[in-house]
């Protein structure tokens, strides 16, 4: 329970403009589980995060936050996460190990044990190098692995983690996965975090839902979000065009499961299970005395599935906006 969330038809209009930043949102994140919120720019993700912190209030549904209701016990649902958000305000003036104690003097630590907490979260984010440079001067990596350390102070059950990894080269990105992976997997913290990455969803998450437009628009583990999509592609090219035809034709008779379509000279196979039936294609065509050239076989990413369903127009909406 206390590392638990509950989402049921949320939904936040912002007066100013009038904007339906989320229209109606419901999930659950069981605890110790892995949750990904994915969607492009201006989808509504940052607006959920603020809302299940506490920073703003919803105007419809309701959400529970540790097992409390996030407009009527704000304070104890504080008490219980951490928080990184997209954009932040430390001191520019600070150094890194000053942040740091200063949050956990703030967390109730004694000066002594601050002290200690901060060298211990310094090495974990690895920053201990650069701990007595003014933040100010950090570069934005430096700036994210610092936000995560400071979100980690007072070991919180659950995690929000607003793109924790965005402008982050490959290496410092890297790290901060494996830090989240080890909090997840073996401290057992909670973790909501929101990506425009759909790599990052896939190779962290649990599960993930797709926010778009203020609406999910899919829900799932990495693996159902991709079989939604379907299939795998083999892709068939021969040294003969004739065995091209006489390939399709013995596929179509002995595979049942399969759609096949020629095009430019190559033929391309959809099938479930692509490694496996690769094997058997091949096996077919050498019984058949067919002559493969080449053989390609792709999965579909989460790409796929995610440019088209936020490519998809909104009902009502065909007409631009
Ligand atoms: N304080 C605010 N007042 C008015 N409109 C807002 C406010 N905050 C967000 N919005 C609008 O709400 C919508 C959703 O914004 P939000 O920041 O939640 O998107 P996001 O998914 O986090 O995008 P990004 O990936 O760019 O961070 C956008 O249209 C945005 O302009
Ligand atoms: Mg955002």
Do not use: C
Not at 44 to 73: C, H, R, W
């Amino acid at each position: 329970m206390h590392g638990s969330i509950e989402v049921n038809h949320l939904a936040k209009t912002f007066k100013k403009g009038n904007v339906q930043a989320v229209k109606d949102v419901s999930f659950t994140v069981n605890e110790g589980e892995f949750f990904a919120f994915l969607g492009p720019n201006g989808a509504g993700k940052s607006t959920v995060v603020q809302m299940l912190t506490t920073l703003i209030n919803p105007t419809g549904g309701e959400a529970f936050v540790a097992g409390y209701n996030v407009s009527k016990d704000p304070g104890k649902v504080r008490r219980h996460i951490g928080v990184a958000l997209q954009e932040t305000g430390v001191d520019p003036d600070l150094t890194g190990r000053e942040m740091l104690e200063l949050q956990a003097r703030i967390f109730g630590y004694q000066k002594q044990s601050a002290k200690h907490r901060a060298d211990e979260l310094l090495e974990i984010v690895q920053l201990t190098e650069d701990a007595s440079r003014k933040i100010g001067n950090y570069s934005g990596g430096m700036r994210r692995r610092l936000d995560l350390a400071l979100t980690l102070v007072n070991e919180p059950k659950i995690l929000f983690l607003d793109e924790p990894t965005t402008g982050l080269d490959p290496t410092n990105r890297m790290a901060i996965w494996k830090e989240l992976e080890r909090l997840n997997k073996q401290v057992g913290t909670t973790i909501f975090l929101t990506t425009q990455y759909l790599e990052e969803a896939d190779s962290l998450a649990d599960r993930i839902s797709i926010i778009n437009r203020g609406l999910i628009v899919a829900s799932g583990t990495p693996q159902q979000l991709k079989s939604q999509i379907g299939n795998d592609l083999i892709t068939l090219t021969f040294t003969k065009e004739a065995d091209l035809h006489e390939a399709e034709a013995v596929l179509k008779e002995n595979l049942s499961t399969v759609d096949l379509i020629v095009q430019n000279g190559k033929l391309n196979v959809y099938v479930h299970e692509g490694n496996k039936q690769l094997l058997q294609i091949v096996r077919l065509l050498d019984e058949h005395k067919i002559e493969l050239d080449t053989t390609n076989l792709s999965s579909p990413t989460l790409d796929d599935i995610f440019l088209k369903i936020t490519n998809e127009p909104e009902e009502g909406e065909e007409n631009g906006q």
